[in-house]
Protein backbone atom coordinates (compact mmCIF):
# COMPACT_ATOMS: atom_id res chain seq x y z
CA UNK A 1 0.00 0.00 0.00
CA UNK A 2 1.49 3.15 -0.80
CA UNK A 3 2.05 6.46 1.69
CA UNK A 4 -0.67 8.20 -0.30
CA UNK A 5 -3.29 5.76 0.26
CA UNK A 6 -2.15 5.42 3.99
CA UNK A 7 -1.92 9.03 4.41
CA UNK A 8 -4.66 9.66 7.88
CA UNK A 9 -4.62 5.74 7.89
CA UNK A 10 -2.39 3.81 10.24
CA UNK A 11 -4.59 1.10 10.39
CA UNK A 12 -7.54 3.43 10.64
CA UNK A 13 -10.60 4.24 8.33
CA UNK A 14 -10.57 7.89 6.77
CA UNK A 15 -12.50 10.38 8.79
CA UNK A 16 -13.75 13.80 7.45
CA UNK A 17 -12.43 17.01 9.76
CA UNK A 18 -16.02 17.74 10.39
CA UNK A 19 -16.23 14.88 12.40
CA UNK A 20 -14.08 16.15 14.92
CA UNK A 21 -16.55 18.55 16.09
CA UNK A 22 -18.71 15.09 17.11
CA UNK A 23 -15.52 13.56 19.77
CA UNK A 24 -15.04 10.67 17.83
CA UNK A 25 -14.07 7.66 19.19
CA UNK A 26 -10.71 6.12 19.36
CA UNK A 27 -10.15 4.72 16.06
CA UNK A 28 -8.06 1.17 16.37
CA UNK A 29 -4.17 2.05 15.49
CA UNK A 30 -2.28 -0.84 13.32
CA UNK A 31 1.40 -1.94 15.26
CA UNK A 32 4.06 0.49 13.03
CA UNK A 33 4.84 -1.10 10.31
CA UNK A 34 8.07 -3.64 10.26
CA UNK A 35 11.01 -2.07 11.10
CA UNK A 36 9.57 1.64 11.40
CA UNK A 37 9.60 4.09 13.99
CA UNK A 38 6.23 5.55 15.33
CA UNK A 39 6.32 9.14 15.88
CA UNK A 40 3.36 11.24 16.92
CA UNK A 41 3.35 15.53 17.67
CA UNK A 42 0.66 16.87 19.66
CA UNK A 43 0.34 20.58 21.14
CA UNK A 44 -1.15 19.74 24.21
CA UNK A 45 -1.88 23.34 25.15
CA UNK A 46 -1.01 23.48 28.60
CA UNK A 47 -3.86 21.00 29.51
CA UNK A 48 -6.80 23.15 29.16
CA UNK A 49 -7.75 21.01 26.10
CA UNK A 50 -10.77 23.44 24.21
CA UNK A 51 -11.23 26.00 27.38
CA UNK A 52 -10.42 29.35 26.71
CA UNK A 53 -7.13 29.63 29.44
CA UNK A 54 -6.00 26.95 31.58
CA UNK A 55 -5.35 29.17 34.42
CA UNK A 56 -10.12 29.18 34.24
CA UNK A 57 -9.76 25.70 35.17
CA UNK A 58 -8.94 23.59 38.60
CA UNK A 59 -5.88 21.46 38.65
CA UNK A 60 -8.22 18.31 38.86
CA UNK A 61 -9.63 19.39 35.23
CA UNK A 62 -6.27 19.97 34.21
CA UNK A 63 -5.50 16.21 35.30
CA UNK A 64 -8.47 14.41 33.73
CA UNK A 65 -7.74 16.43 29.94
CA UNK A 66 -4.17 14.83 30.51
CA UNK A 67 -5.43 12.18 31.24
CA UNK A 68 -7.55 11.83 27.95
CA UNK A 69 -4.54 12.82 26.27
CA UNK A 70 -2.45 9.69 27.84
CA UNK A 71 -5.51 7.70 26.53
CA UNK A 72 -4.95 8.82 22.48
CA UNK A 73 -1.17 8.47 23.26
CA UNK A 74 -1.72 4.81 24.44
CA UNK A 75 -3.72 4.28 21.43
CA UNK A 76 -1.50 5.42 19.11
CA UNK A 77 1.29 3.30 20.39
CA UNK A 78 4.20 5.91 19.11
CA UNK A 79 7.80 4.86 19.84
CA UNK A 80 8.94 8.80 20.83
CA UNK A 81 6.14 11.66 21.14
CA UNK A 82 7.11 15.32 20.98
CA UNK A 83 4.93 17.91 22.82
CA UNK A 84 4.65 21.51 22.96
CA UNK A 85 3.20 24.09 25.24
CA UNK A 86 3.99 21.19 27.91
CA UNK A 87 3.63 22.56 31.27
CA UNK A 88 6.18 21.85 34.46
CA UNK A 89 4.79 22.83 37.97
CA UNK A 90 2.61 26.47 36.93
CA UNK A 91 0.62 28.33 38.63
CA UNK A 92 -1.66 28.79 36.26
CA UNK A 93 -1.95 25.00 35.14
CA UNK A 94 -2.59 22.92 38.22
CA UNK A 95 1.01 23.22 39.93
CA UNK A 96 2.27 19.46 38.60
CA UNK A 97 5.04 18.10 35.95
CA UNK A 98 2.35 17.69 33.08
CA UNK A 99 5.14 15.54 31.15
CA UNK A 100 6.04 13.86 34.12
CA UNK A 101 2.40 12.66 34.79
CA UNK A 102 1.53 11.90 30.70
CA UNK A 103 5.18 9.77 30.95
CA UNK A 104 3.93 8.00 33.90
CA UNK A 105 0.60 7.43 32.47
CA UNK A 106 1.68 6.06 29.24
CA UNK A 107 4.11 3.91 30.78
CA UNK A 108 7.07 5.59 28.90
CA UNK A 109 11.02 4.69 29.29
CA UNK A 110 12.23 8.53 29.64
CA UNK A 111 11.14 11.79 29.01
CA UNK A 112 12.52 15.11 29.03
CA UNK A 113 10.88 18.71 29.14
CA UNK A 114 12.48 22.21 28.35
CA UNK A 115 11.44 25.60 29.57
CA UNK A 116 10.85 27.88 27.09
CA UNK A 117 8.70 30.23 29.17
CA UNK A 118 10.94 33.01 31.65
CA UNK A 119 7.99 34.15 33.07
CA UNK A 120 6.81 34.27 36.23
CA UNK A 121 4.18 36.13 38.46
CA UNK A 122 5.50 37.09 41.59
CA UNK A 123 6.13 34.29 43.54
CA UNK A 124 3.55 32.22 41.12
CA UNK A 125 5.93 29.96 38.75
CA UNK A 126 5.54 29.92 34.86
CA UNK A 127 7.35 26.70 33.44
CA UNK A 128 6.63 25.60 30.22
CA UNK A 129 7.98 24.66 26.86
CA UNK A 130 8.29 21.53 24.73
CA UNK A 131 8.91 17.87 25.33
CA UNK A 132 9.80 14.43 24.26
CA UNK A 133 8.38 11.00 25.60
CA UNK A 134 10.24 7.81 24.54
CA UNK A 135 9.44 3.81 24.81
CA UNK A 136 13.38 3.58 24.89
CA UNK A 137 16.01 5.92 26.98
CA UNK A 138 17.25 8.02 24.80
CA UNK A 139 20.39 10.29 25.24
CA UNK A 140 22.13 13.85 24.28
CA UNK A 141 19.19 15.62 24.98
CA UNK A 142 19.45 19.41 24.73
CA UNK A 143 16.80 22.64 25.29
CA UNK A 144 16.82 26.00 23.62
CA UNK A 145 14.81 28.84 24.47
CA UNK A 146 14.83 31.42 21.27
CA UNK A 147 14.44 34.21 23.49
CA UNK A 148 14.59 36.75 20.06
CA UNK A 149 12.14 39.38 22.61
CA UNK A 150 11.18 38.96 25.91
CA UNK A 151 7.59 37.86 24.18
CA UNK A 152 9.14 35.17 22.76
CA UNK A 153 8.48 32.08 24.68
CA UNK A 154 9.16 29.68 22.14
CA UNK A 155 11.90 26.88 21.20
CA UNK A 156 13.01 23.30 21.22
CA UNK A 157 14.57 20.37 22.78
CA UNK A 158 15.99 17.40 20.95
CA UNK A 159 17.35 13.99 22.00
CA UNK A 160 19.26 11.02 20.59
CA UNK A 161 16.71 7.72 19.80
CA UNK A 162 18.42 4.57 19.34
CA UNK A 163 16.21 2.56 17.29
CA UNK A 164 16.64 -1.11 18.09
CA UNK A 165 14.72 -2.13 14.39
CA UNK A 166 17.36 -0.26 12.64
CA UNK A 167 20.17 -2.00 14.05
CA UNK A 168 22.21 0.46 15.90
CA UNK A 169 21.04 3.28 13.85
CA UNK A 170 20.33 6.07 15.91
CA UNK A 171 17.73 9.11 15.22
CA UNK A 172 17.86 12.89 16.44
CA UNK A 173 14.46 14.29 17.21
CA UNK A 174 13.66 17.33 17.75
CA UNK A 175 10.42 18.57 19.52
CA UNK A 176 9.81 22.39 17.76
CA UNK A 177 7.30 25.31 18.54
CA UNK A 178 7.53 28.33 16.39
CA UNK A 179 6.23 32.13 16.45
CA UNK A 180 2.47 32.06 15.33
CA UNK A 181 2.76 35.86 14.12
CA UNK A 182 5.66 37.42 13.41
CA UNK A 183 7.48 36.46 10.69
CA UNK A 184 11.19 38.23 11.39
CA UNK A 185 10.73 36.54 14.73
CA UNK A 186 10.20 33.32 13.16
CA UNK A 187 12.84 33.59 10.99
CA UNK A 188 15.40 33.97 13.76
CA UNK A 189 13.93 31.24 15.19
CA UNK A 190 14.66 28.84 12.06
CA UNK A 191 18.39 30.28 11.75
CA UNK A 192 18.56 29.29 15.54
CA UNK A 193 17.29 25.72 14.85
CA UNK A 194 19.59 25.52 11.49
CA UNK A 195 23.02 25.93 13.79
CA UNK A 196 22.12 23.89 16.15
CA UNK A 197 20.96 20.53 13.80
CA UNK A 198 22.77 21.73 10.80
CA UNK A 199 25.86 19.76 11.05
CA UNK A 200 24.68 16.63 12.87
CA UNK A 201 25.30 13.09 10.99
CA UNK A 202 22.26 11.26 12.21
CA UNK A 203 19.36 10.29 10.67
CA UNK A 204 16.69 13.57 11.80
CA UNK A 205 13.21 14.08 12.30
CA UNK A 206 11.84 17.98 13.31
CA UNK A 207 8.16 17.40 14.31
CA UNK A 208 5.94 19.98 16.06
CA UNK A 209 3.96 23.20 15.89
CA UNK A 210 5.27 25.01 13.14
CA UNK A 211 2.37 27.30 13.11
CA UNK A 212 2.95 27.86 9.77
CA UNK A 213 1.20 26.14 6.37
CA UNK A 214 3.53 25.17 3.46
CA UNK A 215 1.99 27.47 0.47
CA UNK A 216 3.45 30.50 2.39
CA UNK A 217 6.98 30.69 1.75
CA UNK A 218 7.60 33.91 4.00
CA UNK A 219 6.11 31.86 6.63
CA UNK A 220 9.44 29.98 7.01
CA UNK A 221 8.26 26.13 6.88
CA UNK A 222 9.56 25.54 3.26
CA UNK A 223 13.08 27.76 4.03
CA UNK A 224 13.73 25.53 7.34
CA UNK A 225 12.90 21.93 5.17
CA UNK A 226 15.62 23.51 2.61
CA UNK A 227 18.41 24.38 4.91
CA UNK A 228 18.09 21.07 6.96
CA UNK A 229 17.45 18.81 3.55
CA UNK A 230 14.02 17.51 5.20
CA UNK A 231 10.80 16.04 3.51
CA UNK A 232 7.03 16.14 4.15
CA UNK A 233 4.51 14.03 3.26
CA UNK A 234 2.62 15.17 0.88
CA UNK A 235 3.05 18.64 2.12
CA UNK A 236 0.14 20.24 -0.44
CA UNK A 237 -2.34 17.85 0.83
CA UNK A 238 -4.93 19.06 2.48
CA UNK A 239 -4.26 17.49 5.93
CA UNK A 240 -5.33 20.50 8.54
CA UNK A 241 -4.43 20.73 12.50
CA UNK A 242 -5.88 23.56 13.78
CA UNK A 243 -8.27 24.85 15.20
CA UNK A 244 -9.22 21.15 16.96
CA UNK A 245 -13.11 21.83 16.45
CA UNK A 246 -13.32 22.58 12.59
CA UNK A 247 -9.64 22.13 11.88
CA UNK A 248 -8.92 24.18 8.20
CA UNK A 249 -4.96 24.87 8.58
CA UNK A 250 -2.13 22.55 8.78
CA UNK A 251 0.33 23.90 11.54
CA UNK A 252 1.91 20.86 13.29
CA UNK A 253 4.66 18.89 10.70
CA UNK A 254 6.33 15.96 10.48
CA UNK A 255 9.80 16.61 8.83
CA UNK A 256 12.17 13.17 7.72
CA UNK A 257 15.53 13.69 6.57
CA UNK A 258 16.77 11.86 3.07
CA UNK A 259 17.71 8.52 5.03
CA UNK A 260 13.98 8.15 5.97
CA UNK A 261 10.41 7.33 3.95
CA UNK A 262 7.29 7.72 5.32
CA UNK A 263 5.63 4.54 5.63
CA UNK A 264 2.17 5.94 6.83
CA UNK A 265 1.09 9.43 7.81
CA UNK A 266 -2.41 9.96 10.03
CA UNK A 267 -3.96 13.12 11.42
CA UNK A 268 -5.75 12.45 14.54
CA UNK A 269 -9.66 12.74 14.69
CA UNK A 270 -9.68 13.38 18.52
CA UNK A 271 -9.70 17.04 19.94
CA UNK A 272 -7.93 16.79 23.58
CA UNK A 273 -6.56 19.95 22.76
CA UNK A 274 -6.80 23.07 20.30
CA UNK A 275 -4.29 20.70 17.79
CA UNK A 276 -5.35 18.01 16.41
CA UNK A 277 -2.11 15.48 16.78
CA UNK A 278 -0.32 13.81 13.75
CA UNK A 279 1.45 10.47 13.51
CA UNK A 280 3.74 8.33 11.01
CA UNK A 281 5.83 5.66 10.75
CA UNK A 282 9.04 5.81 9.37
CA UNK A 283 11.71 3.40 7.90
CA UNK A 284 15.18 3.99 7.47
CA UNK A 285 16.10 3.56 3.13
CA UNK A 286 19.08 1.85 2.48
CA UNK A 287 22.39 3.75 2.68
CA UNK A 288 22.32 3.80 -1.67
CA UNK A 289 18.98 5.02 -1.96
CA UNK A 290 19.58 7.51 0.36
CA UNK A 291 22.82 8.55 -1.23
CA UNK A 292 20.32 8.97 -4.59
CA UNK A 293 17.31 10.71 -2.42
CA UNK A 294 19.53 13.33 -1.08
CA UNK A 295 21.72 13.96 -4.45
CA UNK A 296 18.45 14.04 -6.82
CA UNK A 297 15.72 14.84 -5.23
CA UNK A 298 15.15 18.45 -4.12
CA UNK A 299 14.61 18.47 -0.54
CA UNK A 300 11.01 18.62 0.84
CA UNK A 301 9.68 19.52 -2.43
Not at 27 to 55: C, I, M, S, W, Y
Not at 280 to 289: E, G, K, N, T
Request: proline share 7%; with cysteine; charged share 25%.
Amino acid sequence: MSVRSRLNGLGGARRASAAVASQPALLPFDPPAEHAVRLLTLNVAHGRKLATHQALLSSHTVRKNLEEIAVLLRAARADVVALQEADGPSAWSGNFDHVALLAHLCGHAAHYRGEHNSFSLRRAPLASGTALLSRHPFHSTRSLRFGTTWRDTKGFVLATVPVAAWRGVELDVVSLHLEPFNPVVRRQQVRALVDEVGDRRRPLVVLGDFNCSWSDEARQLRPLARELRLRACHPHQRAPTYPARRPWRRLDWILASPELDFAAYRTLPNPVSDHLGVAADLVLRQPQAARRRAADEEPAA
